[in-house]
């Protein structure tokens, strides 16, 4: 593509000073050196304002909130302050390969709105979360990014196309990318780089951990986005396990079994739907050892191969 221009990346932390050093010095150790990183502190009681001030970077700029937002909150004040043509979004837990941002901007063309990349977590191999063609490096997926959206240090959006869709929806703290990139789809076209160039760590207090924040952010999403994804059949199957699996584990298996039934109305064919159901009639401790198990045998199943 032709020049780029500045990439403006928001980061958003709270009481994170410990793990900022990783993830900044990823961003700023960039192969495209043509970038501003904002470091959002969304009222952390830490040394977080010390250390940002110990990183002799003139692309490094700190802005603090005196109230905490939360992470959506958070990001869209960073994307009110943001310069550059197209942003991207780093978390304080993650790291960036160094050419992350350069592979990205390299698939871009003028068409494109979005560009994702694949993680790889230390913990579990690489794996593609997008359907597609494994043997392209680039592949266009504006139709294919209903289900398993890669997370927010993935992205790089157009500045344009992300003010236009009016940023992060902040009464989200979970899939709150992923709601993002459902409104980013109506857009224009997004693009899948087949590279692990985000290394994601997994920490105890990462905001997915919580019943709290998984039921009401995936209800919400379903919610907001239902005429959108009931016209993707997969899309509405895999996002209704999904809840109801989350609701079964925290003893609510009345309620995830509406939701693997809805699944089942959408593609019937789909075994994980049916199985979902069985073994929610047998009450949340059954059904956590179901799913303790087939994660289990996945997993496996990936060393063997």
């Known amino acids: 593509m032709s020049d780029p221009g500045l990439v403006s990346v928001v980061l958003p932390t709270r009481n994170r000073a410990a793990l900022l050093p990783r993830a900044i010095h990823s961003v700023l150790g960039q192969t495209h050196r043509e970038l501003e990183l904002i470091v959002v502190d969304d009222a952390s009681s830490d040394g977080t304002a010390e250390l940002i001030a110990s990183i002799p970077d003139a692309r490094l700029r700190y802005l603090r909130l005196d109230r905490n937002l939360g992470v959506s909150g958070a990001r869209n004040a ?19 390969r160094v050419e992350k941002l350069q592979r990205q901007l390299a698939a871009a063309t003028a068409d494109t709105q979005m560009v994702l990349c694949g993680s790889w977590y230390p913990e579990c191999p690489w794996q593609s979360l997008i359907q597609a063609d494994p043997d392209r490096e680039v592949s266009d997926v504006s139709d294919r990014i209903f289900v398993r ?3 927010a240090p993935t992205f790089l959006i157009r500045a344009e196309a992300l003010r236009r869709v009016g940023g992060f929806d902040a009464e989200l703290s979970f899939c709150e990318d992923w709601e993002l990139a459902l409104r980013i789809h109506g857009v224009g076209q997004i693009l899948w780089v087949n590279l692990p160039l985000v290394i994601q760590h997994r920490t105890p207090d990462s905001l997915f951990t919580t ?12 919610r907001k986005h239902e005429a959108l994804l009931r016209g993707h059949a997969e899309a509405w199957s895999w996002y209704s396990n999904w809840l109801g699996q989350t609701l079964c ?24 739907s049916w199985l979902n159901l069985a073994a ?9 050892a179901y799913l303790n198990t087939g994660r289990g045998l996945r997993r496996a199943l990936r060393h063997a191969a």
Request: with cysteine.
């Open 78 to 96: 960073g994307i009110a302050q943001a310069r550059g043509n197209w942003l991207a979004f780093q978390d304080s837990d993650d790291e960036w």
């Open 211 to 222: 019943e709290i924040n998984a039921i009401a952010g995936l209800s919400h999403i379903l």
């Open 149 to 151: 959206i890669p997370a």
């Open 249 to 272: 584990q925290f003893d609510r298996c009345r309620d995830g079994r509406r939701h693997f039934l809805e699944a089942i109305r959408a593609r019937p064919a789909t075994a994980r």
């Open 280 to 288: 929610s009639l047998l009450g949340s401790r059954a059904f956590r």
